[in-house]
């Protein structure tokens, strides 16, 4: 993992496991963001730091750190 706000992850299941581990998983952004999933291509709006795809069950997250723009959204995979 890393340190901070100053790191990098490999992947998006690193990146939900950070937001786990900090205990935001369910906690809302600061500003909800609309978001096109990567499985199935339908919008929705991603609220909290870790949410998933109401339409096929992609979940996704973001540090608290980085959710001010949508680049830093990662996909995790379906039901991770």
């Known amino acids: 993992m890393h340190e901070g706000c100053s790191g990098s992850f490999k992947n998006g299941e690193e990146v939900v ?5 900090m205990g935001f998983s369910e906690q809302m952004m600061p500003m909800p ?12 709006e991603m609220s909290t730091f ?11 997250g973001v540090t608290p ?9 990662k996909a995790a995979g379906i039901g991770y």
């Not at 999933?37 to 919008?43: I, P």
């Not at 870790?50 to 996704?60: N, R, T």
């Not at 750190?65 to 959204?73: Q, V």
């Open 50 to 60: 870790e949410d998933q795809c109401p339409h096929c069950g992609m979940v996704y």
């Open 33 to 44: 963001m609309e978001i096109s999933c990567v499985e199935c291509a339908k919008e929705f």
């Open 65 to 73: 750190c980085h959710a001010f723009d949508p680049e830093n959204i």
């Open 17 to 21: 496991a950070k937001v786990r581990h």
